[in-house]
Every structure is written in C-alpha cells, then in structure tokens.
C-alpha cells in the first residue's frame, strides 16, 4: 500500500518533467539605449557561435520592447544575449538565466 501512495504522489512531476524544463522562457527585451537595435541575438553559453537574429527584417527603436521566446528546446536556461545596434555598436551580456527573469534591459 505504501508502494502505491508513494508512486500516486510522484505522477505529477513524471508526468510534467522537472520545474526547469517546464520553466517559462519568454522573455521581455527592452531596448533603452537611445539607438535601434537592429540584430537580437540568444544563444546557449555553451556554444561558441550566436543563433540566428531574432529580430529579423524588423528593428526595435529606442523604448520599445519585444517578447521573445528564448525556449530553443535544449531544457538550458542560461544564455548570451548580444545586441547590433544601427550605428554598428554592439552590446552584450554574458549567463543570464532565463528561466528567472523575465525582463531583460539593454541600457547604455
């Protein structure tokens, strides 16, 4: 009987898997640098290259924002972000853990 209970009370957490893996990756990313931002970059601190620009064909100006999902489907949560701005100034920072926070804030 002991067995059974102890198995019930485990289910939840086989069924959803560890909190990290269940933890949320959105995240806001606010630009305030007075610059657009032209590239967005997110990338596992474990790889030596940056991921594919996020942002695309689009930019983000100056006090704008926009959510990402940084989920890349790894179950990692500490990332590198690097920003391009239009004048060619790049920003970066180093380990920041995305399943903590859930807005980011590039200043100058």
Not at 49 to 63: A, H, P, R, T, Y
Request: charged residues 20%; aromatic residues 8%.
């Amino acid at each position: 009987m002991r067995t059974l209970l102890l198995t019930a009370s485990m289910l939840p957490f086989l069924v959803l898997g560890s909190p990290v893996a269940a933890a949320n990756r959105v995240v806001e990313v606010i630009n305030a640098t007075g610059m657009t931002m032209v590239e967005f970059y997110a990338s596992v601190t474990t790889t030596n290259s940056w991921e594919e620009d996020i942002l695309g064909d689009d930019v983000l100006e100056d006090g704008e924002s926009i959510d990402v999902n940084i989920d890349d489907g790894s179950g990692k949560c500490i990332y590198d972000f690097r920003a391009v701005f239009e004048n060619g100034q790049e920003a970066t920072k180093q380990g920041v853990n995305v399943c903590r926070i859930s807005t980011f804030t590039f200043t100058r």
